[in-house]
């Protein structure tokens, strides 16, 4: 064998470098580690080597090495997967925490040769027109500001999130009603997409002016700490920022963090019941990209009344919505699909509602909630804490 | 079923040096009767079928040397079909995989369990069976091999044998009649380490054992190479241990993240791991006595060995060092880079001391860290003798480097008697100068009846 020529330019160079020197294929990335439950979604629905971590390692090294050419044949091994980094909790070698930063980084390289994968493009051309992938009207929230009266400038910005913003309005607005409510002094900007859904699709040449100018504004508004109810959004400010070197000099968190924050600190109180069964379902982008857990469990479970049940496959092993990594506007139908299996699985719960921390989870797990008549409530778990009375300790 | 050139490729080669070959397609079956449908329609146009599960076998077996259709049973046929707790085997399909087969047993049969080899829990069970695997219970069983009760196979004409005890009954066999092997004319030896040479295995079934409430592991470490051998031998044949095998002490600092280590001096050479269980804590006390009152015999003889209980190692070391005792499991030792080859070999016990010295100085010679991995099977009938090689595939001049180290330590270890398994055709060729005629012309007879237009992963030990 000869040594490896990868082209330089490529941002994610050293991660398909990484595809030559690791990986024997020894396929633990193909099953829950331990548990040895199913895992990814992908190599499951299409079962060939090439939908899995391993496979998609071989088809970076065949296409570096000339032994594979650039066709279109290879879009669906390249783009269906929603990156939920199943594989990266369960391999246990060394290459195993960037197997996702390795996908992506083929799917950078796939994007300059044979273009995004299906409907893909749409994220890009959209976010370049208007800011946001899903093609609606750019709102700079200032009708939100003026509704909530929320002031210029202040200590904390609520990045929205373009799925709660545009598609998930409910868990937007009880993500402000909750912040109003506990008397956080907080703002709005005018924020562009996050990036998350161009980074994960490979689509990444102007991400960095975006990040760039989401940083200006929340800098603009005089915020050392940003909050999100968006998992897809948290995992890109504080991974992807850093990743693609755009330096910034607030504080970030998810919704569920600040809540346990303001609970463990007594700063609130939850004083209403809430008597349903609720199970959690792990966003892909707050669990395993982020290892944030047990903090959302922590807040369900000081909601009185609740009874919190966990599904067979949950936390590190939990099974993905199927929303991200560009499946849910790539694959409409098998996104779906992958919900249903995870409604399944919350159905031997005996849960009524199937709660998450992400709009995209949301979405996915509510659309196959309908079109499969699961009968569930899904919510997201701000939405849950907005039905709630809380008692609000004064500052002394 | 697929041709595209993307869901090819990945099964174009493995983690060995063996050179990569396109496979034509790759079909994932979901039963029986599709694949009579296939081996008939390969039979008639000469095709070749070759049977993958997770291409784990380190021998470029499943690596399609002259093209062909791969048969992917990892993905569909992956079913446990029945457990006998009674007569305790499990009837299983070719994908059927360790992590997957422990788990079931955990949670259906916590009394029962397999034996697990040196292998990632994504490796197959029966693959692992019909290539003689390696396992954690060598010294009470012996090879995986002879841990299977019968199979259903696919023969060239694409009919379907049922052999072993379950040979009874012209449609499927009662899952309760697939308790033994014997007494019949053994039929499995036409499948059983053939490579997939001589038909398609659909079903396996294979031996559990009783688990054991009480375990104790115990290492012993060692000053010097050559006493692993005789120590092992002794030790083996006490018929206390479930298993005793032996690594190169840079395997166990490979698997605690010194990619590269080196051995300096006074540091112990090998370490060999010494499982024990019983029904009772006494009864694994008692193994536990007599372990070391022939430790102490040893000692007093002057071999420098040492017994530790693994638990306070781990805790001296790194506790990764447990994945050894925690199969099926990955030891990072093995994983470590995008390359691994062996010599994986059948020896002579009595070999071990002269074998072990001169191997690790040829790793030595081509200044890559030994890794030395043995066992002693069946109350020391016979012994494993690994050294593994891990490397980049893909830096310049790698391959070419560790497989001038493999051949050399190859040539040194077929002259000493030993036999590998999972051969790549580079190796059965030197096997074959060194095999007696009558074996060979009767090998080639058998393959000859068994698939005369050579459809059945063709290659492998040079056919």
């Given at each position: 064998?000869?040594?490896?020529?990868?082209?330089?330019?490529l941002h994610?160079?050293?991660?398909?470098?990484?595809?030559?020197?690791?990986?024997?294929?020894?396929?633990?990335?193909?099953?829950?580690?331990k548990?040895f439950?199913?895992?990814?979604?992908?190599?499951?629905?299409f079962?060939?080597?090439?939908?899995?971590?391993?496979?998609?390692?071989?088809?970076?090294?065949?296409?570096?090495?000339?032994?594979?050419?650039w066709?279109?044949?290879?879009?669906?091994?390249?783009f269906?997967?929603p990156?939920?980094?199943?594989?990266?909790?369960?391999?246990?070698?060394?290459?195993?925490?960037?197997?996702?930063?390795i996908?992506?980084?083929?799917?950078?390289?796939?994007?300059?040769h044979?273009?995004?994968?299906?409907?893909?493009?749409?994220?890009?051309?959209?976010?370049?027109?208007?800011?946001?992938?899903?093609?609606?009207?750019?709102?700079?929230?200032?009708d939100?500001?003026e509704?909530?009266?929320?002031?210029?400038?202040?200590?904390?910005v609520?990045?929205i999130?373009?799925?709660?913003?545009y598609?998930?309005?409910?868990l937007?607005?009880?993500?402000?009603?909750?912040l109003?409510?506990?008397?956080?002094?907080?703002?709005?900007?005018?924020?562009?997409?996050?990036?998350?859904?161009?980074?994960?699709?490979?689509?990444?040449?102007?991400?960095?002016?975006?990040?760039?100018?989401?940083?200006?504004?929340?800098?603009?508004?005089?915020?050392?700490?940003?909050?999100?109810?968006?998992?897809?959004?948290?995992?890109?400010?504080?991974?992807?920022?850093?990743?693609?070197?755009?330096?910034?000099?607030?504080?970030v968190?998810?919704?569920?963090?600040?809540?346990?924050?303001?609970?463990?600190?007594?700063?609130?109180k939850?004083?209403?019941?809430?008597?349903?069964t609720?199970?959690y379902?792990?966003?892909?982008?707050?669990?395993?990209?982020?290892?944030?857990?047990?903090?959302?469990?922590?807040?369900?479970k000081?909601?009185?009344?609740?009874?919190?049940?966990?599904?067979?496959?949950?936390?590190?092993?939990?099974?993905?919505?199927?929303?991200?990594?560009?499946?849910?506007?790539?694959y409409?139908?098998?996104a779906v699909?992958?919900?249903?299996?995870?409604?399944?699985?919350?159905?031997?719960?005996?849960?009524?509602?199937?709660?998450?921390?992400?709009?995209?989870?949301?979405?996915?797990?509510?659309?196959?909630?309908?079109?499969?008549k699961?009968?569930?409530?899904?919510?997201?778990?701000?939405?849950?804490?907005?039905q709630?009375?809380?008692?609000?300790?004064?500052?002394? | 079923?697929?041709?595209?050139?993307?869901?090819?490729?990945?099964?174009?080669?493995?983690?060995?040096?063996?050179k990569?070959?396109?496979?034509?397609?790759?079909?994932?079956?979901e039963?029986?009767?599709?694949?009579?449908?296939l081996?008939k329609?390969?039979n008639?146009?000469?095709?070749p079928?070759?049977?993958?599960?997770?291409?784990n076998n380190?021998?470029?077996?499943?690596?399609?040397?002259?093209?062909?259709?791969?048969?992917?049973?990892?993905?569909?046929?992956?079913?446990?079909l029945?457990?006998?707790e009674?007569m305790?085997?499990?009837?299983?399909?070719?994908?059927?995989?360790?992590?997957?087969?422990?788990?079931?047993?955990?949670?259906?049969?916590?009394?029962?369990?397999?034996?697990?080899?040196?292998?990632p829990?994504?490796?197959g069970?029966?693959?692992?069976?019909?290539?003689s695997?390696?396992?954690?219970?060598?010294?009470?069983?012996?090879?995986?091999?002879?841990?299977?009760n019968?199979l259903?196979?696919?023969?060239?004409?694409?009919?379907?044998?049922?052999?072993?005890?379950?040979f009874?009954?012209?449609d499927?066999?009662?899952?309760?009649?697939?308790?033994?092997?014997?007494?019949?004319?053994?039929?499995?030896?036409?499948?059983?380490?053939?490579?997939?040479?001589?038909g398609?295995?659909?079903?396996?079934?294979?031996?559990?054992?009783?688990?054991?409430?009480?375990?104790?592991?115990?290492?012993?470490?060692?000053?010097d190479?050559?006493?692993?051998?005789?120590?092992?031998?002794?030790?083996?044949?006490?018929?206390?241990?479930?298993?005793?095998?032996?690594?190169?002490?840079?395997?166990?600092?490979?698997?605690?993240?010194?990619?590269?280590?080196?051995?300096?001096?006074?540091?112990?050479?090998m370490?060999?791991?010494?499982?024990?269980?019983?029904?009772?804590?006494?009864l694994?006390?008692?193994k536990?006595?007599i372990?070391?009152?022939?430790?102490?015999?040893?000692?007093?003889?002057?071999?420098?060995?040492?017994?530790?209980?693994?638990?306070?190692?781990?805790?001296?070391?790194?506790?990764?060092?447990?994945?050894?005792?925690?199969?099926?499991?990955?030891?990072?030792?093995l994983?470590?880079y995008?390359?691994l080859?062996?010599?994986?070999?059948?020896?002579?016990?009595?070999?071990?001391?002269e074998l072990?010295?001169?191997?690790?100085?040829?790793?030595?010679?081509?200044?890559?860290?030994?890794?030395?991995?043995?066992?002693?099977?069946?109350?020391?009938?016979?012994?494993?003798?690994?050294?593994?090689?891990r490397?980049?595939?893909?830096?310049?001049?790698?391959?070419e480097?560790?497989?001038?180290?493999?051949?050399?330590?190859?040539?040194?270890?077929i002259?000493?008697?030993?036999?590998?398994?999972?051969?790549?055709e580079?190796?059965?060729?030197?096997?074959?100068?060194?095999i007696?005629?009558?074996?060979?012309?009767?090998?080639?007879?058998?393959?000859?009846?068994?698939d005369p237009?050579g459809i059945?992963n063709p290659g492998?030990?040079?056919?």
């Open positions: 064998m000869v040594e490896v020529k990868i082209d330089n330019s994610g160079k050293e991660f398909l470098e990484m595809a030559f020197d690791r990986c024997i294929k020894c396929s633990t990335c193909k099953f829950g580690f548990n439950e199913p895992s990814c979604p992908s190599g499951e629905k079962l060939f080597e090439s939908y899995w971590a391993s496979g998609r390692i071989r088809i970076i090294r065949g296409l570096i090495n000339g032994d594979l050419e066709t279109d044949d290879l879009k669906d091994a390249i269906a997967c990156t939920c980094g199943a594989c990266m909790d369960s391999c246990q070698a060394p290459q195993a925490d960037f197997l996702v930063d996908i992506e980084a083929l799917r950078e390289m796939a994007v300059k044979i273009g995004p994968g299906p409907n893909q493009e749409n994220l890009i051309t959209r976010t370049k027109d208007v800011f946001n992938p899903y093609g609606e009207q750019n709102s700079d929230n200032s939100l500001k509704k909530y009266g929320l002031p210029d400038q202040a200590e904390w609520y990045f999130g373009c799925t709660s913003n598609r998930q309005k409910n937007r607005d009880s993500t402000l009603n909750f109003k409510k506990v008397g956080i002094d907080f703002t709005l900007v005018d924020e562009h997409c996050c990036t998350s859904p161009l980074i994960r699709t490979g689509q990444i040449n102007d991400v960095k002016d975006f990040m760039n100018y989401n940083v200006e504004q929340i800098k603009k508004a005089g915020a050392t700490k940003v909050i999100t109810s968006c998992a897809g959004c948290y995992r890109t400010l504080i991974k992807d920022f850093e990743k693609f070197g755009v330096d910034y000099d607030f504080e968190y998810h919704t569920a963090e600040l809540v346990k924050q303001l609970l463990d600190e007594k700063k609130i939850i004083k209403s019941s809430y008597d349903k609720v199970t379902h792990d966003p892909c982008h707050l669990g395993r990209h982020m290892g944030v857990y047990e903090i959302p469990r922590e807040v369900y000081q909601i009185p009344g609740i009874n919190l049940v966990e599904m067979r496959r949950n936390r590190n092993h939990a099974w993905c919505c199927g929303a991200g990594g560009g499946v849910k506007i790539g409409p139908e098998w699909d992958i919900s249903k299996e995870r409604l399944e699985e919350a159905k031997e719960t005996g849960a009524s509602i199937v709660s998450s921390t992400c709009p995209f989870c949301r979405t996915n797990l509510s659309d196959a909630n309908d079109k499969f699961m009968g569930f409530e899904v919510l997201d778990l701000i939405e849950i804490l907005d709630m009375t809380i008692e609000v300790k004064q500052e002394e | 079923m697929s041709d595209k050139q993307s869901d090819l490729y990945p099964y174009s080669y493995d983690m060995t040096e063996v990569p070959s396109m496979p034509n397609f790759v079909v994932i079956p039963n029986k009767e599709q694949l009579v449908k081996v329609f390969c008639k146009y000469i095709i079928i070759i049977p993958y599960i997770t291409g380190v021998g470029g077996i499943t690596v399609p040397v002259k093209g062909g259709i791969i048969v992917d049973f990892g993905k569909k046929m992956n079913k446990i029945y457990v006998n009674n305790k085997y499990a009837i299983l399909e070719p994908g059927v995989t360790f992590g997957q087969f422990k788990k079931y047993l955990d949670d259906n049969y916590p009394n029962l369990r397999y034996s697990y080899p040196f292998a829990p994504s490796a069970v029966v693959g692992n069976a019909l290539l695997g390696m396992n954690n219970l060598s010294e009470k069983i012996g090879s995986m091999g002879d841990s299977i019968g259903e196979v696919i023969t060239i004409d694409g009919d379907v044998a049922r052999i072993g005890s379950c009874y009954g012209k499927e066999a009662d899952p309760d009649h697939w308790y033994s092997r014997y007494p019949m004319p053994d039929l499995l030896g036409l499948f059983v380490n053939w490579q997939g040479m001589t398609l295995v659909t079903k396996c079934a294979v031996q559990l054992w009783p688990k054991d409430p009480f375990e104790k592991n115990i290492v012993a470490l060692f000053e190479l050559p006493s692993v051998g005789r120590f092992m031998r002794e030790v083996g044949s006490l018929e206390v241990l479930n298993d005793i095998s032996a690594v190169s002490i840079e395997v166990v600092k490979m698997t605690i993240e010194l990619p590269e280590p080196k051995r300096f001096p006074g540091e112990p050479a370490i060999a791991n010494c499982p024990i269980s019983g029904k009772t804590q006494k694994v006390d008692a536990l006595e372990l070391q009152n022939k430790v102490k015999e040893l000692q007093d003889e002057g071999m420098p060995v040492i017994l530790e209980d693994i638990d306070d190692f781990a805790k001296l070391l790194n506790l990764r060092v447990r994945s050894f005792l925690d199969l099926p499991a990955v030891i990072l030792s994983f470590e995008s390359g080859t062996w010599f994986g070999s059948y020896a002579p016990s009595h070999i071990h001391d072990i010295p001169k191997v690790d100085a040829i790793f030595h010679k081509h200044g890559v860290p030994p890794f030395i991995y043995m066992k002693n099977m069946k109350s020391n009938h016979y012994g494993i003798f690994r050294p593994i090689i490397y980049n595939k893909y830096k310049e001049g790698e391959e480097r560790v497989h001038a180290l493999l051949e050399e330590i190859t040539d040194v270890c002259d000493a008697g030993c036999i590998p398994y999972k051969t790549p580079w190796m059965t060729e030197k096997m074959r100068k060194k007696n005629p009558g074996w060979q012309n009767l090998f080639e007879k058998v393959k000859k009846m068994m237009n059945f492998r030990w040079n056919t």
